[in-house]
């Protein structure tokens, strides 16, 4: 990972012929940081947002300056949105 990227839980994800290297954000105050001022992304990285509910969530970008896509995965592992 990317050293601008706090270490947090590492999560590895499939997709297709794809591998994606992930910071996994759980706790209230990773949530909070999120991307907040990390400059560079590699094409393979990202981060997941772990929720304790289901729920509809909006996200404030302070400070981040990345071009970013969110996908809603739900606790069936359906994507609900990608915005």
């Given at each position: 990972?990317h050293?601008?990227?706090?270490?947090?839980?590492?999560?590895?994800?499939?997709?297709?012929?794809?591998?994606?290297?992930?910071?996994?954000?759980?706790t209230?105050?990773?949530?909070?940081?999120?991307?907040?001022?990390?400059?560079?992304?590699?094409?393979?990285?990202?981060?997941?947002?772990?929720?304790?509910?289901?729920?509809?969530?909006?996200?404030?970008?302070?400070?981040?300056?990345?071009?970013?896509?969110?996908?809603?995965?739900?606790?069936?592992?359906?994507?609900?949105?990608?915005?």
């Amino acid at each position: 990972m990317h050293k601008d990227i706090k270490i947090m839980n590492k999560v590895i994800v499939h997709i297709g012929n794809k591998t994606y290297n992930c910071q996994l954000a759980k706790t209230e105050e990773e949530h909070r940081k999120g991307l907040m001022d990390v400059e560079y992304l590699a094409p393979d990285e990202g981060m997941l947002f772990e929720f304790k509910e289901e729920g509809t969530r909006e996200f404030w970008m302070k400070n981040t300056t990345l071009e970013l896509t969110q996908i809603s995965i739900n606790d069936d592992d359906e994507v609900e949105y990608v915005y």
